[in-house]
Every structure is written in C-alpha cells, then in structure tokens.
T-cell receptor, first 114, second 115 residues
Framework: QQPVQSPQAVILREGEDAVINCSSS?????VHWYRQKHGEAPVFLMI?????EQKGHDKISASFNEKKQQSSLYLTASQLSYSGTYFC???????????????FGRGTQLTVWP | DSGVTQTPKHLITATGQRVTLRCSPR?????VYWYQQSLDQGLQFLIQ???????AKGNILERFSAQQFPDLHSELNLSSLELGDSALYFC??????????????FGPGTRLLVL
C-alpha cells in the first residue's frame, strides 16, 4: 500500500527543473505532497483530490491522474530553498477505516546547488 | 510554525522503560494522527483520533497505546521500549473526522533514543 516514488534522489543547479513521481497500486482519494528538511517536520505543499486536477503555487505544481493512480510534482526554476526530501502521501479508497490514513512513499531527496 | 505542538523535543531512555509523548493540535482541529519516522521504515502511520475516539489504526505495536483527551490534546504511550523504537515521532492534526482529503499539519516531532 506504500506508494513508490521516483527518482530516489535529484541533484540540480539553481534555475533547473525537476519532476518527482508518485505511483500507487491502489485507487486513491487524494495525494498529499510534503517537503521535509533534515531534522524538521514535514511541511505541507499541496493536496490533490480525486478528479484528475492540477494545482500549483509559485513555481511548484502537481498533477494527479486518478486512472493511473499517479501523481507528479513539478518544480520549475528551482531555488536553493527547494532542497529537502519530498514525500507523497496517498489516501487509499477502501473501507471506512482507511480514511485519513496517509501512506507515505520513501521520499525523493532533492539537492539544489548554486 | 504549523500550530501543532509536541513535547518533549528529545527523549533518551533505556530499553524496557516506558515514555509518554504529548501533542496539542492546532486550534480548531479535532483529529490527531501519530506517525513514526525511522531510517529503515520511513514515515509510518500509527493511529488516528477524532474528538476523543479512536478512528483508524495503522502499524501500531501492542506495546504502544494512545488516547485523546477532552481538551483534544493527545498522548502516545510507548512501553517495554526496544532499541528499534528509536525514531522521530510526529503528531499531525486536521479539522474533520475522517481526514478524507484534508490537509494534515505536522508538529515538530519528538526524537526518541532508546539505549
């Protein structure tokens, strides 16, 4: 039930773009994206709901293809502050007790160099 | 600052001991979630409470228990501690009962080290 994230790690120069993918084997209600800096709490980036929507703010956006049970996070013109580990959390469609449970991928470590 | 508070920040204890981790959700949030983050297991959902009642259970060991009090703060009790319980424990909160399609805001975490 844990989603699979790819790639495991990305190294970029400032200004370059990156795409992080999240794939689930289960049908999903939603996909949540978080960024975590070392030793800190995950920080919410955005949530994508069932309906195949795309969202974004500033230079970070994401899409959700519910038919393929996949989501992608797009970071454009990356900045030094984008460095961290990006996690997707998936909310699986199932019996009632699964609601609210987020299954997290293992994370994608993003490093942005000046 | 997410508005979720957790205490203590760090905890060092010995195997076999019992500890209690505390979490206060954001103002207005009724759901509290507990997660464990370790290097080998990643971020794992443990348990969820909504307005004082257990709502969903994840990979929580029988040695662990939790509760949510009338003032909505929550405590996670870890007993008979083992070396493998060393991890970061996060609490998160959200507004509604199911957490369905809702944002979960994470607290700063409690780092537990079992020696």
């Amino acid at each position: 039930q844990q989603p699979v994230q790819s790639p495991q790690a990305v190294i970029l120069r400032e200004g370059e773009d990156a795409v992080i993918n999240c794939s689930s084997s289960k049908a999903l209600y939603s996909v949540h994206w978080y960024r975590q800096k070392h030793g800190e709490a995950p920080v919410f980036l955005m949530i994508l709901l069932k309906g195949g929507e795309q969202k974004g703010h500033d230079k970070i956006s994401a899409s959700f293809n519910e038919k393929k049970q996949q989501s992608s996070l797009y970071l454009t013109a990356s900045q030094l502050s984008y460095s961290g580990t990006y996690f997707c959390g998936t909310e699986i469609i199932g019996r009632g007790s699964t609601l609210g449970r987020l299954y997290f991928g293992r994370g994608t470590q993003l490093t942005v160099w000046p | 600052d997410s508005g979720v508070t957790q205490t203590p920040k760090h905890l060092i204890t010995a195997t076999g001991q019992r500890v209690t981790l505390r979490c206060s959700p954001r103002s207005g949030d009724l759901s509290v979630y507990w997660y464990q983050q370790s290097l080998d297991q990643g971020l794992q959902f443990l348990i969820q409470y909504y307005n004082g009642e257990e709502r969903a259970k994840g990979n929580i060991l029988e040695r662990f228990s939790a509760q949510q009090f009338p003032d909505l703060h929550s405590e996670l009790n870890l007993s008979s501690l083992e070396l493998g319980d060393s991890a970061l424990y996060f609490c998160a909160s959200s507004v509604g009962p199911s957490g369905n399609q809702e944002t979960q805001y994470f607290g700063p975490g409690t780092r537990l080290l079992v020696l």
